[in-house]
Every structure is written in C-alpha cells, then in structure tokens.
C-alpha cells in the first residue's frame, strides 16, 4: 500500500529506527526490494534519481513502481532522489511520486534555500514531502581522496526554517558510493545537529558503513537511510556469475539469482535500520 513518508519516518522517529530508502531503476531490482520489505514486514522508500527514472522510461517506470506500491502487503512510499532542479521536482509531483528530494548542497545557503523553497511550496501544495540537503555528501569515483563538507549545525537550523522542509539530509562524514578506508561518521555533529532540527535526518551513503555505526547514527535520529551501491554491486556481480552457463538462455532464468541478491541486501539492511516488524 501507498503510505507517505511523512508518516512513516515520524513513526520512525518515535520509535527510532530507520526505514531504507532502495534506488531501482529496473524490474528485477523493484521485485527484490518490495519481496524483501514484504518478508520483513518493512516499511519501504522506493526511489530513483533522475537517471534511474530516465533509463526505467518515466510514467511507463514510476507506474509500474505505483503499481508495486498499491499491490504490496507492506507500507510503500516513492520518491524523487535527487532531483537536480525544480523542472525535474515538478515532473515528479505532477506524475505522483509521494516525495521528493531537491538538492541544492552544491549551491551557496541562500541559493539553496530559495531553489528548495520553490519546491516546498510547489509540492506542499500538492500533498507532497519534500527532503533537502545542506553540506555537500560527495560522490567519489573509487579509491580517490575528496574533501567533505559536513553540515554546519546554525546553517542547517536556519535551512530549514527559511525553506519549511520535511527531512533534512546531512553530511556527517558520509560519501555516496565506496568509502575509501573505514567511513568515519562525526557522531558529534550528529548530536550538535539534532538539537537544533527536529524534522526527521536522512543519511546519504548508506552502503560500507557497518551495522554498528548505522545503529549509533540511527539512535542519534536518523529516520532514512538511502542504499544504492550496495544494490547495484549486487546486481552486476550476481549477473556475470548467471551469465556464465551458457545453457542458460531464457532472460528470466539469468535473472532470478539477481533478484535473489538484491533481496537478500535489503533484508540484511532492514535488520540493521530496525524497522522489521514496524508497519
Ligand atoms: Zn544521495
């Protein structure tokens, strides 16, 4: 079923837990991700970037994702990650995503805080939440060093103040695809943070950071935890051991062990963000 994440990640909040937040941008990757939320009895955040959505099709993608949600025996919320400007914010609240993530981190605060209260006002309008980001989470290509830029605690308070937010996603210490080294989260600045915000927090960069810390981060109100490397890691090294027997030719069979795989991560993250059992 269809619920927003505005319900489920205030629960999560008063229960603190987290509920994951899967990018998919195909149909083997959905079916894992809803079976694994539905033999968990979790609740789920499906969502695609902007070029998860192109590559899936658009309307014909985000309707055969609604389509998952409606059908599932579990709590589905859909959102927009990343959504780069207010055009693309737009497309997706108008095609009925529940919703969506504006990230303006790159630009200077005043910047940011007029293009993100362009899209609150925008989809509040139409019943939809929306999540910012204030301190940039880079996205490294692997093995390179990148400076991080943590979110600034007075910044971030007076963001979403100005902007009228929902969730707010943070940079701790996080990084977007594989860490470098151990990922060292600022559990500290997570603290400083919370005491002057009280929306729910997403952590961006979930994939490679251990189960321990995530509990810690989710413990100091994290509310939504995104994975998407992890997934597609999954995805691509299960299919290159599929595609080894030759025998093997129907497109279905290569890829049900993929879709196993990618089950089997998201039921091994809802067990880490706590939220079995919790719809
Ligand atoms: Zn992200």
């Known amino acids: 079923m269809i619920v927003s994440s ?7 909040q008063e229960r603190k837990y987290a ?3 899967f990018n998919t941008s195909d149909l083997e990757i959905t079916k894992g991700i809803v079976l694994a939320g539905e033999e968990m009895k979790s ?25 998952f949600a409606e059908e599932a025996s579990v709590p589905i919320n859909i959102n927009l990650d990343h959504g780069k400007s207010f055009e693309m914010c737009k497309w997706a609240i108008d095609t009925g995503y529940n919703s969506v993530m504006i990230d303006g981190s790159k630009l200077e605060l005043a910047k940011n ?22 301190g940039l989470v880079p996205t490294p290509k692997k093995g390179e060093d990148v400076e991080i830029l943590k979110t600034n605690p007075k910044e971030a308070e007076r963001f979403v103040k100005e902007t009228g937010v929902d969730f707010l996603a943070v940079g701790i210490g996080n990084v977007h695809g594989t860490y470098k080294g151990e990922p060292k989260l600022d559990f500290g600045l997570l603290q ?6 009280s929306i729910p927090l997403v952590l961006h960069g979930g994939s490679g950071i251990s189960g321990e ?10 509310c939504k935890i995104n994975v998407n490397t992890e997934l597609r890691e999954a ?6 051991e599929s595609l080894k027997d030759e025998d093997v030719v129907k497109p279905y069979d290569v890829m049900e062990p993929v879709e196993e795989a990618i089950e089997k991560v998201v039921k091994n993250k809802i067990a880490i963000f706590g939220s079995a059992n919790k719809i």
């Open 43 to 67: 609740p789920i955040i499906l969502q695609t970037s902007e070029g998860e959505i192109k590559h899936g099709g658009m309307e014909v993608f985000f309707d055969t994702l609604k389509s």
């Open 235 to 240: 995805f691509t090294k299960t299919l290159r």
């Open 213 to 222: 810390d995530i509990k810690k981060a989710v413990s100091l109100g994290i």
């Open 192 to 197: 400083e943070i919370k005491r002057v915000v």
């Open 113 to 134: 805080i007029e293009l993100t209260k362009s899209v609150v006002d925008y989809a509040h309008s139409k019943d939809v939440v929306v999540e910012g980001e204030i």
């Open 19 to 21: 509920v994951g937040a």
């Open 6 to 12: 505005k319900i489920l990640l205030k629960k999560a």
